[in-house]
């Protein structure tokens, strides 16, 4: 065998893990903006309350034993952090899915991906503050491009009809769920390391102990009323709750952290697409102010390319 076509099966090997990686990407991205949607289904005839503990009910145990088989855990020095995957339960797993079911109640999901596309950028800013992390001139140029994009998409591109009206309900959920995601990634970049996957299993085991109470306390959890609803549920707990942080982490084995954080914009492009598929209405204000959001968090995140040596950001 020669030297050239020796060299030439580590390279294709190299390259069909790299597409493969890029599959695995655009798969946990697309699986987390079908929560969108067939999230907004479901709470038409379920509370965001009954919506998160069966997700996290039904997501748990295969996350489990995924976790304990493929990462094979020190289980005890897992549960020594309790006080970190309680404040990652409370915040990510828990709030912000409370509060963008919520948000789904009031708002469409083509808008509520819309706002939901600035948290990287305020991320970017959260990191700068708390954790003494660099913001370039490049980030705050990003932030302050996707910020322009936030308010072009909740004015609707009307901003005198915006002054006399000011945000609706949906709007300020969405903002609280990307504050509250914001927390979560700082909580946890903060947090000691574990396996990803052991520690999402673990945080929706806390979960559901969390909201179970909360849930009967307010007159139980609601059954889903159909075949479609039970079906939406399912679909829910697999795709964005399990396979979704199954590729994502594959993916990670190959790709650095930090770049396949930037595929994480896609989840709003795949919820627009799903939007327009769906022949859902929208304005030219939602079309234009979303593009300028995530030019402005490519920006923001620009630098990302160059530090392929960062943790990789938290996700839902």
């Known amino acids: 065998m020669s030297v050239g076509s020796s060299a030439a099966g580590p390279e294709a090997a190299a390259r069909r893990s790299l597409l493969i990686a890029v599959f695995s990407l655009l798969g946990a991205t697309l699986f987390w903006a ?36 493929a990462e094979r855990p020190d289980w ?22 409370l509060t963008l079911y919520a948000a789904l109640q009031y708002s469409d999901a083509f808008s509520a ?18 954790l003494r992390q660099r913001l370039t001139r490049t980030g705050v140029a990003g932030v302050v491009i996707a910020l322009v994009g936030v308010f072009v998409v909740v004015s ?9 009206t000011g945000f609706g309900v949906g709007q300020m959920l969405m903002f609280g769920a ?25 945080q929706a085991v806390i979960t559901v102990l969390l909201v179970a109470p909360v849930t009967f306390a307010t007159g139980g959890p609601q059954l889903p ?18 396979l979704s942080y199954l590729l ?18 896609l989840i709003t492009v795949f919820t627009v697409a799903f939007t327009l598929l769906a022949g859902q209405p929208f304005t030219v204000g939602q079309l234009v102010g979303g593009g300028v959001v995530i030019v402005g968090v ?14 990789h950001p938290r996700i839902f």
Do not use: K, Q
């Open 113 to 130: 991906s819309l706002i939901n596309a600035f948290n990287p950028a305020v991320i970017a800013v959260a990191a700068a503050i708390f």
């Open 225 to 242: 009323v159909s075949a479609d609803a039970a079906t939406s549920l399912v679909l829910i707990a697999v795709f964005p709750s399990v």
């Open 248 to 265: 994502w982490n594959r993916a990670l084995a190959v790709i650095p952290a930090a770049r396949a954080g930037v595929f994480l914009n």
């Open 178 to 202: 990307v504050g509250i995601w914001t927390a979560y990634t700082i909580i946890g970049r903060r947090s000691p390391p574990l396996p990803p996957i052991t520690s999402t299993s673990i």
């Open 156 to 164: 609707g591109g009307d901003v005198g009809a915006f002054l006399e």
């Open 298 to 311: 490519v920006v923001a995140n620009a630098e990302a390319f160059r530090r392929p040596g960062e943790p």
């Open 34 to 69: 079908s929560n969108y949607i067939v999230g907004a289904a479901v709470l038409e005839t379920m509370d965001p309350l009954s919506l998160v503990l069966w997700r996290w009910t039904l997501a748990a145990v295969p996350l489990l034993a995924i976790a304990h088989f």
């Open 76 to 97: 005890r020095e897992v549960l020594r952090a309790w006080p970190w995957l309680l404040a990652l339960s409370c915040t990510g797993l828990a709030g912000y899915n």
